[in-house]
């Protein structure tokens, strides 16, 4: 099983639609969450972090946490063309060499017009 | 806040030679790196963990002699390929943790060894 497990899409909503990307992760001890959103070409830029169960909202962005499930979801509402990329989902993991981030392979979002 | 530069955005160089790559923290001091490393397609892959001040910390199965890590200041750590071969060409990604957990990305080094 892997650490962080992501469908690799590609996903295909139509433009103003509510985009759903999903992780599932294996260490019931992690504590912290995140999403990058990766251009191709370029690096990953952070763009939602999240750390108790329920739902945190930023803008059109909203992370969703099941610590029990082992499940991070990424919510994108009105979703726009720019919004098409690579997500990833990475968890934190405290090991003997310190806290890391283990990352999914991330999700292909493509929002068409 | 939080940004993070690495120099040089891409790099061309022979068989056999080393590269170094720096990673800056700009508005922030960064006690802990990160290189990465990511192949066409792949996810990020983490190579080590550089630590102001003290030896980088390398995954299993990274040449800690091959990529050497120096973090000597609280804003700049260094990534140096040492003779480096076509199969080192990549995309080498530093990140610095700026609150307890969060990293910030560099733009990334892409670099090709002909």
């Known amino acids: 099983q892997k650490e962080v497990e992501q469908n690799s899409g590609p996903l295909s909503v139509p433009e103003g639609a509510i985009a759903s990307l999903n992780c599932t992760y294996s260490?019931?001890?992690?504590?912290?969450f995140f999403w990058y959103r990766q251009y191709s070409g370029k690096s990953p830029e952070l763009i939602m972090s999240?750390?108790?169960?329920g739902d945190k909202e930023d803008g059109r962005f909203t992370a969703q946490l099941n610590k029990a499930s082992q499940y991070v979801s990424l919510l994108i509402r009105d979703s726009q063309p720019s919004d098409s990329a690579t997500y990833l989902c990475?968890?934190?993991?405290?090991?003997?060499?310190?806290?890391?981030?283990?990352f999914g392979t991330g999700t292909q979002l493509k929002v068409e017009l | 806040g939080a940004v993070v530069s690495q120099h040089p955005s891409w790099v061309i160089c022979k068989s056999g030679t080393s590269v170094k790559i720096e990673c800056r923290s700009l508005?922030?001091?960064?006690?802990?790196m990160f290189w990465y490393r990511q192949f066409p397609k792949q996810s990020l892959m983490l190579m080590a963990t550089?630590?102001?001040?003290?030896?980088?910390?390398?995954e299993q199965g990274v040449e800690k002699d091959k990529f050497l890590i120096n973090h000597a200041s609280l804003t700049l750590s260094t990534l140096t390929v040492t003779s480096a071969h076509p199969e080192d060409s990549s995309f080498y990604i530093c990140?610095?943790?700026?609150?307890?957990?969060?990293?910030?990305f560099g733009p990334g080094t892409r670099l090709t060894v002909t």
């Open positions: 550089s630590n102001e001040g003290s030896k980088a910390t390398y």
């Open positions: 508005d922030f001091q960064a006690t802990t």
């Open positions: 990140s610095a943790r700026y609150r307890p957990y969060e990293q910030y």
């Open positions: 999240i750390y108790s169960n």
């Open positions: 260490d019931r001890g992690s504590q912290s």
């Open positions: 990475a968890v934190n993991r405290v090991t003997g060499g310190g806290n890391k981030l283990t």
